[in-house]
């Protein structure tokens, strides 16, 4: 007789569904300022517990506390709060368009704003992201034309990507942003390549990755990693752990087995778990990272822990597969209300202002929104011509055999 | 100029090009110290140090996704996936992301990069040593395929490729590495050394992407062919003394349709001659169009010449190369068909 029963096939399942009560009691918050900040220059095999606990700056109480806060200037805090209530006016004026039938799809990234807004303001000019299509944040933050941003998503006359892109998937070599794929994880692998050739020619400039917990499945991730930890490139690389794929939450990828950030010690590159609702903390980390990086200490792998307030895209319905409250309950609170809470405590900022800036956004997007209108809604104002253009720098004969026959 | 083989003369082509171009890089599996399991990087690590010509992980879809994010920051990378046959992990990075860069950014973003890969049987190489995935290749807007047969081609296309602004695959007959290969696997092979078009410059030249060579002017049929079977149809003509025209693509896209109309309209007859599998192969692409500009010149159906579908076989593999005996036979027919 055999000692061995019948296998038993697991698939892991969200702790809650829809109709049951938000349950977050597993998941574990570390006091603000309770873990320790290494020197930029520490072996990534003396950091390894900074890859299961979680790095985080502001207390419940507002204020900065701990190894990693860090005294920041006047003027970048305030741009980083108005910048993240920005996106959020951005984000609500496209939904607002999107429903209105004037764009056919839309993505926000609410809850998520600290994140991409938090380490672009720790990079230098010349740096190159290489974004997922949730961090609007990185554009937003910068000087980039919104009414551009805007007439991407309405795929118009004036669409810099020419009609060719799903909305959201913007492009700015100038603004450090490069081209949004919609296979996902794709550009996990281009940001060490970018940044390998960025050592290669001895420069100084950095990259960054972008992924989400659910594409760290991807081949790519892991293609990134090994070529990340073989040649030490200076390269940031992100997860935004935002607890959801779509319907599928992080277990489906991997997450209740091991954090995310846990990933990168197999590879031996230092990696750090951080609380992604708290700007301090992002731009503490994201400082520390990039600091390495231009140091020529190598990659750094950051796992940013939030949640996705949103649904996944205006094609999908969240209270399908979860609780309608779970973002409500979500531990670790609302970056804009954490950072705001913060910077009225210093007195750099008021209820008042707060609820001006608020006003001065939406109708910010909404001339924007009635400028980027004015050259066309939902592909209107695109040009056939542009289908042909741009596939080689040069158009071959039987491109121009095509268009001739399109008649355009 | 100096005789090469098509290794000496594909390693040429880097080590002209890195001299020229500090942005020009080399990298892939076994490329760096070792040279390359068939020796195409050879010394280039040496003369150019290991930042301009290293190793790579067994990783493909690594090795294409770092070189695209190289070829972004302005770098111009020459990769190397050791056997096409090996190329399947990155055709996500080839497909979506190379072939795409410019068109998705309106030109914001480039990815000039060039992947070299050697291609075809004839080696003794088994189903994962000998495919021939050119047409998985041809079917992708925003990608240039190469397939040189010459020491001259490669080294003139290689140059162009490396130094083109749109991503290349540049796949390279491996049999006919060492010299030219008719298909008769039971003579003793051949070497560069006395060929004509193993005559090459030392020097930087390139040789237009997009243009055919007519390798022998005919009047009985066109055989539209290229890599290896360039040498087959060529043995073929040779065996059965039919008059046939032998077109050499040497770039399969863009396809060179005018020097192939030509010849149909004057010969009245086609056959297209490829090691790859029958179905939904190049041939398919290249009968169409033949059809489409040459119907009322044509005196026979066209026929396509290939390798069977099915896996590339070991044991059996001159039953499934096409060889100069079958492409006799089916030139006759093709030749006496009313």
Known sequence: MSDYGPLSFKVPEPPVRPGDEPDFSDFEVPKAGTVRKPGVDTDAQDIKDLATTM????????????????????????????????????????????????????????GEEAIAIGQQLALSEGDMNFPTYRQQGLLLCQDYPVVDMICQNLSNARDPLRGRQLPVLYSSKKHGFFTISGNLGTQYIHAVGWA??????????????????????????????VNASVYQPPVVLNIVNNQWAISSFQGIAGGDQAT??????????????????????????????????????GPTMIEWVTYRVAPHSTSDDPSKYRPREESAAWPLGDPVLRLKNHLIKVGLWTEERHTQAEAEFDGEMRVAAKEAESYGVMGGGSSARDIFEDVYKEMPPHLVAQRQKLGV | MVQMTMIEAIRSAMDVTMERDENVVVFGEDVGYFGGVFRCTAGLQKKYGTSRVFDAPINESGIVGAGIGMAVYGLRPCIEVQFADYIYPAYDQIVSEAARIRYRSAGDFTAPITIRSPVGGGIFGGQTHSQS??????????????????????KGLLIASIEDDDPVVFFEPKRLYNGPFDGHHER?????????????????????IGKAAIRREGSAATIVTYGTMCFVAEAAVQETGIDA?????????????????????????????????LTSGFGAEIAAQVQENCFYSLEAPILRVTGWDTPYPHAQEWDYFPGPARVGRELKELTEAI
């Open chain 1, 260 to 297: 995310f950030a846990e990933r990168a010690l197999g590879y031996g590159i230092p990696s750090l778990r951080v609380d992604g609702n708290d700007f301090m903390a992002v731009h503490a980390v994201s400082k520390w990272a990039i600091e390495r990086a231009r140091r020529n200490l």
């Open chain 2, 188 to 208: 003793p092979a051949q070497n560069w050394t006395t060929h004509p078009l193993g005559n090459v410059p030392e020097g930087h030249y390139t040789l237009p």
């Open chain 1, 196 to 225: 390998m050739a960025s050592a290669i020619r001895g420069d100084t400039k950095i990259a960054t990755a972008w992924i989400g917990d659910g594409s760290t499945a991807e081949n790519d991730f892991h293609a990134a990693l």
């Open chain 2, 133 to 154: 995935p050119e047409a998985l290749f041809t079917h992708v807007s925003g990608l240039k395929t190469i397939v040189p047969s010459t020491p001259y081609d490669a």
């Open chain 2, 245 to 277: 025209e032998i077109i050499d693509l040497r770039t399969l896209l863009p396809l060179d349709i005018e020097t192939i109309t030509q010849s149909v309209m004057k010969t009245g007859r086609c056959m297209v001659l490829h090691e790859a599998t």
């Open chain 1, 55 to 110: 790095i985080r700056v502001l207390n419940r109480e507002g204020d900065v506390v701990g190894p990693w806060a860090e005294e920041l200037d006047k003027d970048l805090l305030l741009h980083a709060l108005r910048s993240m209530l920005r996106t959020r006016a951005f984000d609500e004026r496209m939904m607002t368009l999107q429903r209105q039938g004037k764009t056919s799809f839309y993505m926000k990234c609410t």
